[in-house]
């Protein structure tokens, strides 16, 4: 039984220092991002598959650091025997995340009538031509199975003609039908309330959005602009039954 004891004490021991040097690891990769971009947020620091560097999130960027913080690489990193891009499959769970935990009830949804067999979130600018172009096919979209989500990225940013369009769509008492005719080349009428618009903009910044339409797959990949039915339907079932993460515009 002392034994035992003394054993298992040891065994704590021993992973105390473990647990000290992973944590002094990782604030000298923290301390070493800061320094290239001062008072920037780093998400998260975890260990890479590439020996001796961890992989750091921040936004929606992914960078390696060595683990004495002086090398830093950016780019796609590959598995090459799996044929696997290891970058966009790691940043493709942390948007799925981000997307998932951002709550239905403050998207605007077109589904089609039963289950839908896949749910696309697309980041949408009202003044977006291939935005509206893309909402010309919203009832095919749903007729082929496929739910659309709409969060706002009015590209111009706040307090700009965009973004209140965005806001009076929101505030509208039917936002599907607001949003239609916006879309359409009608201009809403103008209208205040509490909406999350600001917050669905930052969102698609912290997911990667650089254009709109900015289409994601449920797995958090960026699939695309505009595809038309025929080129979703096809990413959509490519992606599932891969179990990867989609290229844009393959």
Not at 17 to 28: L, N, Q, R, S
Not at 51 to 63: F, W
Not at 93 to 118: C, N, W
């Amino acid at each position: 039984m002392k034994r035992l004891v003394l054993l298992t004490a040891l065994a704590a021991l021993a992973v105390v220092p473990m647990a000290h040097a992973a944590d002094k690891g990782e604030a000298v990769v923290r301390a070493a991002v800061q320094k290239l971009v001062p008072n920037v947020k780093v998400d998260t620091v975890e260990k890479s598959p590439i020996a001796g560097y961890y992989q750091v999130i921040v936004g929606s960027q992914l960078v390696y650091v060595s683990e004495d913080g002086r090398y830093v690489m950016q780019g796609n990193l590959y598995d090459a025997e799996a044929k696997l891009d290891l970058t966009a499959a790691r940043l493709s769970r942390e948007h799925v995340a981000k997307l998932d935990a951002y709550p239905a009830s403050q998207r605007i949804t077109f589904a089609p009538q039963g289950k839908p067999k896949y749910k696309i979130t697309v980041f949408t600018d009202i003044d977006c031509g291939y935005c509206r172009k893309m909402h010309e096919h919203i009832a095919e979209y749903n007729a082929r199975g496929i739910q659309v989500d709409y969060l706002f990225f009015p590209r111009s940013g706040p307090n700009t003609p965009s973004f209140d369009k965005a806001v009076s769509v929101w505030c509208a008492a039917d936002r599907r039908k607001a949003l239609t005719d916006a879309k359409a080349g009608q201009t809403p009428s103008p209208l205040k309330c509490d909406n999350p618009i600001a917050q669905e903009y930052q969102l698609g910044i912290s997911v990667g959005v650089d254009g709109t339409p900015a289409v994601y797959a449920p797995d958090g990949s960026k699939i695309g602009g505009y595809l038309t039915p025929d080129q979703l339907e096809a990413q959509l079932q490519r992606l599932a039954s891969s179990g990867t993460p989609a290229k844009p515009g393959a």
